[in-house]
């Protein structure tokens, strides 16, 4: 092996093993995705997003092939006291150290233009892309049946 080549793989264990820290400090759990019916053209999916990190995180994107169109959306009440939904331009914040919920009423993963109607049980790929993670690969299951107690319909 020459010093060139000694350095190259080097560079790349390096490059490796800090990509798989940055994706090991935020953890995904209980996560569900919904519709509002089997003719709906959209859903939504809700999850645990923690940041096991030191470094202060942001959710920036998702992508998913399931739908034409995938956004972070969150809710805020209007002037007239009604919750509208929006996207949210500037990311969701994941503290480090903290645990954000996307929950029926708040923030979640908007799912626009479904190519197929979501059936109980499937699983919906999902790519969440962080600021500072990266790409973080999520299968979730769809639950139509669920219900939380405390939320909103969405
Ligand atoms: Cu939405």
Redesign the pocket.
């Known amino acids: 092996m020459t010093l060139k080549s000694t350095l190259v793989a080097t560079l790349v264990a390096l490059s490796l093993t800090s990509a798989a820290q940055a994706a090991d400090t935020i953890v995904v759990e209980d996560a569900y995705a919904r519709s509002a019916g089997k003719s709906a053209k959209?859903g939504?999916a809700f999850m645990m997003i923690e940041n096991q990190g030191e470094t202060d995180d942001r959710l920036i994107g998702a992508a998913s092939d399931v739908a034409g169109r995938v956004?972070l959306?969150t809710h805020k009440i209007d002037e007239n006291g009604v919750a509208k939904?929006m996207q949210v331009e500037e990311g969701i914040p994941i503290p480090a150290g903290e645990t954000h919920m996307l929950k029926r009423g708040g923030d979640?993963v908007?799912f626009m233009g479904l190519k197929a109607p979501f059936e109980q049980g499937a699983m919906v790929p999902v790519t969440l892309i962080f600021e500072q993670a990266g790409e973080v690969v999520v299968e979730i299951p769809i639950d139509l049946e669920r219900q939380d107690t405390g939320g909103h319909s969405?």
């Open positions: 959209a939504a956004e959306h939904m979640h908007m969405n």
